[in-house]
């Protein structure tokens, strides 16, 4: 534990300074319980004026180099290591703006599954259907299924038949 005053005058502006200054309430949390207990405050004064628990005192008073404000910011916050590259991303948008004919596909329209899978053949770097989604969503790529007309797949006599009877029919009402 350490003693209260063991922080150098310096040290004592630097932190803070940053508690003034940092935006992360997480990180002037931590700051705080230093200088909390550099005033002679218990864990335990601390872990209730905080209302935090009692170990977590005992870890960032432990953990909390005043020298290095880094020390305050927890690894975590870095993210996880992203599979998909700029390298990645580019092919993706290239690829969803070309017909899937032209990779020598059959069907007519790319889906977040089949983009994924393609990608995958191409570059040996597996995501989700959702992460492709997600990759998309985020450079302003939307789905949009277009509608086709049936006109020329039905009969057209029978089709102009019912064109005017329609007709005469909204004449009548």
Known sequence: MPAHNHLSETQRERLLNELR??????????????????????????????????????????????????????????????KATKEYVDM?????????????YEFGRWTAARLAKHLEKETRIKLSESQVRRILKSKKYVFLWAKYSLEDRQDRLKRKAFKNRLKEYLKVV
């Open 92 to 104: 993706l948008l290239s690829i969803v703006d070309n017909e899937p004919s032209k990779y020598g």
């Open 21 to 82: 200054e940092n935006e992360s309430p997480l990180i002037r949390d931590r700051i705080l319980i230093l200088l909390l207990i550099n005033d002679g405050k218990t864990y335990e004064e601390v872990a209730k004026f905080l209302q935090i628990s009692y170990p977590t005192v005992a870890s960032w008073a432990k953990q909390g180099d005043p020298d290095k404000l880094e020390s305050f910011k927890d690894g975590r916050a870095e993210g996880n290591h992203k």
